[in-house]
């Protein structure tokens, strides 16, 4: 039972990667050559092992094909959890009976292998390299080839992660044509009533002066918060391109406060020193926006919020952090808040599409985002970004 779930998984996991039903890859082909240049050998194959099959999915020095499992030399030493250098597979009693040794299929003789396992920690294959003479390796070489074999599961996580942008991308855009049309109009429709109310008040009246300052403030807002849809709904549609210049982070988040006046009006907020960095400034506007609006909406019953804004400069990059008070969110939950419509808290307004796109922002600016642990409890949401 327990091995038919193995498979179970394993199956899985190698469907996600398509390896099997697209034509052979010419960078895992590539990584078959190196493999062999390392050893010093004239073959080597990546095989991903089913639950009935070995596919040879990528080889040097001879033709793929797909044989028995049982047949898979591999399939031996598949949960090994280590290298496995065979100098001579005719004299070892697990291989010696193996057709791919006794020229039923091929005549291998010295052989060694390593396990491609996923983040996930599941075996899908091996990277094999092969001689029909006895040989062996040096310790400098049997590194060398465990290095490339996570190199071959990079390969194939970052295509499957490519896939899965370029699909959220396709998802995205296509609900942001559905929304638009909702977005816009009321927002048009506040703008102008703001408008005209605007235009009934007179600024030299210094009954009307509180009005007047309200009012053009939320014009402001309003407008800010237009041109904010219109760009994502641009950047969701075009799939990614950015408007790349400085941004000043302090004078975005000195924006975003005064945009979150009424939310922030009982709010504690400290602010330390953000810097200019390289990026859109209308989508990095839109992740401080939501990070600093999401720390004033989780608070502890009976306790204001209190939020801190601060940056760091760590190897090559600027990490800024948004940290509240409030009552945290478990670690296992961390990672499904950034999925779309994902919530937390029901009782809590929202869309469960702030955090979400905030990732994309940050993704697409070929930086990082997360959720950790606030120094005086809650949560801290961080992001990164590169020079």
Request: glycine share 8%; with cysteine; net charge negative.
């Amino acid at each position: 039972m327990e091995n038919a779930v193995q498979d179970a998984r394993r199956v899985a996991e190698i469907g996600k990667y398509r390896v099997l039903v697209d034509p052979p890859r010419k960078d895992l082909i590539a990584l078959t050559e190196i493999a062999a240049q390392i050893a010093r050998v004239p073959m080597a194959t990546i095989n991903l092992i089913t639950d009935d099959a070995q596919h040879q999915v990528a080889t040097h020095g001879f033709d793929g094909a797909i044989c028995r499992r049982e047949d898979s030399m591999c399939n031996v030493v598949l949960d090994a959890g280590a290298p496995v250098v065979v100098p001579d597979a005719s004299q070892d009693p697990r291989w010696r009976d193996n057709p791919f040794v006794t020229g039923e299929i091929g005549s291998v003789r010295f052989y060694a292998t390593h396990q491609l396992t996923t983040p996930e920690g599941v075996v899908i294959g091996t990277l094999c390299v092969f001689d029909e003479q006895p040989r062996s390796l040096s310790d400098e070489q049997e590194h060398a080839l465990v290095g490339l074999a996570d190199r071959v599961v990079d390969l194939l996580e970052l295509e499957l992660r490519t896939r899965e942008l370029e699909r959220s991308n396709e998802q995205l855009a296509a609900f942001a044509g559905q929304v638009s049309h909702d977005l816009r109009n009321p927002l048009t429709a506040v703008t102008l009533s703001l408008t005209m109310l605007g235009d009934d008040i007179d600024p030299d009246d210094p009954e009307d002066a509180d009005k007047s300052f309200l009012v053009h403030r939320a014009i402001g807002g309003a407008r800010r918060m237009q041109t904010l849809i219109d760009d994502l709904l641009k950047f969701a549609r075009v799939g990614g391109e950015l408007q790349r210049g400085a941004v000043d982070l302090g004078g975005v988040l000195d924006d975003v406060v005064e945009d979150l006046a009424v939310p922030l009006a009982k709010a504690t907020v400290i602010t330390g020193d953000l810097p200019t960095v390289t990026g859109d400034a209308v989508q990095l506007r839109a992740v401080l926006q939501n990070l600093v609006a999401n720390a004033a909406k989780f608070v502890r019953p009976g306790e204001p919020p209190h939020i801190e804004v601060d940056a760091v400069r760590l190897d090559g990059r600027w990490r800024v952090e948004v940290a509240d008070r409030g009552p945290g969110i478990p670690e296992e939950e961390r990672e499904r808040v950034f999925q779309p419509l994902a919530r937390i808290d029901e009782e809590v307004d929202g869309s469960g599409i702030g955090l979400s796109t905030c990732r994309r922002i940050i993704d697409a600016h070929g930086g990082r985002i997360g959720l950790v642990d606030a120094a005086y409890g809650g949560t801290c949401a961080w992001f990164e970004l590169p020079d």
